[in-house]
């Protein structure tokens, strides 16, 4: 069978256990925080890597953000993937989903003849779960969106399950294409001391607005390209309820918690 | 193509066999307040193979339902529903579509919104016209910690809408509208992206539709125990839900998770047995109307979110509590 030629679209985030919000000013204190790589990302690389273990072929990284992102881009190196590209630049800041969407399959019409696009399901900071199927639609290629198992690979097309009205659907999909996993699709290895070694000297590519420009409209790049802007944010005050905590023997407080369920309508 | 500015406020009104799904009625409900408040029409996009649910759409609350029907709208197929989406798009120019917040709607709306090259604000938790008659769209980030406002300077705006956010339009069956009738584009890319089979889960379960869920997280010592939770989701009828670690070890199969990469539940009542309430678990399940935690660690963060508790090992609360509601 052919060898593969994978992209995996990161992102750098915020360790979201520990990033602060600032309720006053209604903003994200990024710098109450470590970044890490999207955990769902790493679910995407994992199984990129798994499948060039097994057939041959190369993976490519490739996330937009300022240059700190590289150290997530290393991280990937160190897992497996063979090379990195950083989309960095002032002409692609403040981008929205579709706006991030439009440059990075810029960036992969530049990258070309790929096979396979593997995205995580969403990103833990932005949430929305749409960059993968936008990237679909703007390189006209088919996508799955959800995946949580991969099959098998065939010659030209890859067999997965995702999860849709309640059932699980069985798609095949043709070269190229695109899909969008879930944590359920793989454990992703930890890198190991000599791969992160390795990965600190590699060289990281760089590309600014200017290198894409015959791969997409810079028009369509970073605040001025985006369709949709944030207003506000607005930290919702943490919804602490005034429990009444029960704290007697099992069949006491068993005896209390069932009368006051059946003072509220629940429990026969 | 995205445009200036369109009118009308449209639902995709999402079905499985013809069956319409009961978001889209929660999509009419708030979409009716929208047109009213934008003195526009509702319409309805209904891309079925079987037509017969269609006045249901007029029943609550639309007055237009574009109607295509065709046998290929059985599958979950987002690149032909986008094709026959986008061409009624750019011909009617609405202002605003809204979509469930589905597996499928997550994952044809941004197919729809990166072909008309326009914005896409996912899983909005609230919609609302402002003063200037500007759409805002409310939406949970980072994790659900923050609510962000979002306003789109192009048209359609479209919006994918979280599930039990909103109420459902009432029905009302001497509504009238309009059924119109089109022919849809069927191509066959069943070449690139096809269906090769279709699984029914072993059990059918329903979380998100639960009025009452018993999720059991890490007190739990054996998957041999799961029994004494059940028994516990019996007393009220209610479903068995549970938290990621006994999905990850096997105890559970994963159509039980609750939380942030499971099911997201609002249930009337909530009971946590032996959960501890980590943040992606309570993620899925904090606005529940009633929540019960049961846990041996009074300052698990679970309690914090409690409306009541019970300190105490669950493997001897629960049998007390099953006793407790079988008497009369």
């Known amino acids: 069978m052919p060898d593969l030629k994978l992209v995996v679209p990161i992102k750098q985030v915020p360790d979201i256990e520990n990033v602060r919000f600032d309720e006053e000013e209604g903003r994200i204190d990024r710098s109450s925080a470590e970044t890490e790589t999207n955990p769902f990302d790493l679910n995407a690389l994992e199984e990129a890597v798994k499948l060039k273990e097994k057939f041959g072929g190369e993976v490519i990284t490739l996330s937009m953000g300022p240059s700190q992102a590289k150290s997530t881009l290393r991280n990937s190196l160190a897992r497996g993937a063979d090379q990195a590209i950083l989309l960095s630049g002032s002409g692609f800041a403040g981008a929205d989903t579709w706006s991030t969407s439009y440059t990075l399959a810029s960036a992969i019409k530049k990258i070309g003849d790929f096979d396979l696009i593997f995205c995580g399901e969403k990103t833990v900071d932005g949430d929305t779960g749409q960059v993968g199927p936008e990237i679909a639609e703007l390189l006209d290629i088919p996508h799955v969106s959800f995946v949580s198992k991969i099959r098998e690979r065939n010659n030209d097309n890859l067999i997965v399950e995702t999860d849709l009205w309640d059932k699980i659907y069985v798609k095949k999909l043709v070269f190229p294409g695109l899909v969008t996993v879930t944590k359920d699709v793989n454990e992703p290895r930890l890198p190991t001391l000599k791969d992160k070694m390795k990965a600190k000297k590699a060289e990281i590519d760089e590309w600014g607005p200017g290198v894409l420009k015959d791969y997409g409209n810079e028009d369509n790049f970073g605040y001025l390209g985006s369709p949709t802007a944030v207003d506000k944010v607005e930290v919702p005050e943490e919804e602490v309820r005034k429990g009444e905590i029960f704290r007697d023997k099992p069949s006491e407080s068993a005896r209390k918690l069932v009368s006051r369920l059946k003072d509220r309508g629940l429990g026969r | ?328």
């Open chain 2, 1 to 328: 193509m995205s445009y200036e500015e369109g009118s009308g406020v449209w639902i995709l009104a999402e079905q499985e066999n013809g069956e319409i799904h009961s978001v889209s009625y929660e999509l009419l409900g708030r979409g009716k307040e929208l047109s009213e408040n934008l003195n526009t029409e509702l319409c309805s996009l209904f891309l079925t193979p079987d037509s017969q649910n269609a006045e249901e759409l007029i029943y609550r609350g639309s007055d237009k339902v574009y109607l295509m029907e065709d046998e290929n709208f059985d599958r979950p197929d987002e690149i032909l529903y986008k094709k026959n989406i986008e061409r009624l798009v750019e011909e009617k120019k609405p202002e605003i579509i809204l979509v469930g917040a589905t597996n499928f709607g997550r994952s044809l709306a941004p197919r729809l919104a990166a072909s008309l090259e326009t914005g896409l604000t996912a899983d909005c938790t609230g919609l609302e016209i402002d003063e200037e008659e500007d759409f805002v769209q409310i939406r949970p980030a980072f994790t659900g910690n923050i609510l962000a406002h979002i306003y789109t300077d192009r048209s359609p705006k479209i919006s994918t809408v979280r599930y039990k956010e909103f109420k459902e339009a009432e029905r009302n069956k001497n509504r009238e509208g309009e059924i119109i009738t089109l022919e849809p584009i069927i191509e066959d890319n069943k070449e690139n992206s096809s269906i090769m089979e279709i699984i029914s889960p072993e059990e059918e379960i329903n979380l998100e539709d639960a009025e009452i869920v018993v999720s059991v997280g890490q007190g739990l010592k054996d998957p041999e125990d799961l029994g004494l939770i059940k028994d516990l989701a019996n007393s009220f009828e209610g479903v068995l839900g549970a938290s990621r670690p006994l999905v990850d070890e096997g105890w559970i199969s994963r159509e039980h998770q609750v939380g942030y990469s499971g099911k997201r539940v609002k249930p009337r009542l909530y009971i946590a047995c032996g959960i501890s309430g980590a943040p992606q678990h309570l993620a899925g399940m904090k606005e529940s109307d009633i929540i019960v935690a049961i846990n041996t660690d009074p300052s698990a963060p679970i309690f914090n979110y409690a409306d009541y508790g019970v300190v105490g090992d669950m493997y001897d609360v629960i049998p007390e509590l099953v006793k407790q509601l079988s008497k009369d």
